[in-house]
């Protein structure tokens, strides 16, 4: 099936969505990666509040390369998922409803995703030069000293992705 979902993402939407499901994502989405994962685990450890609503967000594992003139981000493709698995839970359970990456999760990713109603998506590897005509604003938010590792808030019109685990436990990559 094909559909359509705006970011944040709903309740609604995550449930109702199924693994295997071509989808286009349209709204705010934040990108973070290893470094910036680490970061927010101990901003969390300090008692201290993430720098964006976690609430019904969507992360997109990706650390973009630079900008080319005229463009508002560099090739923009997902990274290995599982190097965020340590952290995913926790995440999951402050109210995180997407994560668009590459590769397969853990169980333990896998039990927190049914438990909160979210959603595992897949981009497409290789075709970040594409997926970054998506991107229509990108502005760093938080960790700027990591580079292309911190955290950004992107605008995404039409942003390609394949559901790859969805809020019931059906896997696209076991089906």
Known sequence: MERKINLPISEE??????????????????SARDAAHKRMDETLDNGSELPFDIK???IYY??????????????AGPTTAGRMDKY????????LKAMIGKGK????????IIRNNAVYFAAVGGAG???SKCIKSSKVIAYDDLGTEAIREMYVESFPAIVVFDSEGNDAYTS
């Open 62 to 75: 990706m650390g973009p390369s630079p900008e080319r003139p005229g463009r508002v981000i560099g090739s």
């Open 56 to 58: 019904g967000a969507a």
């Open 129 to 131: 030069a594409i997926l």
């Open 88 to 95: 995913a839970p926790r995440l999951l359970d402050l109210g």
């Open 105 to 112: 999760r853990t169980r333990e990713v896998k039990d927190a």
């Open 13 to 30: 939407d995550a449930a109702s969505l199924r693994a295997g499901d071509y989808v286009y994502l349209t709204g705010i989405m934040y």
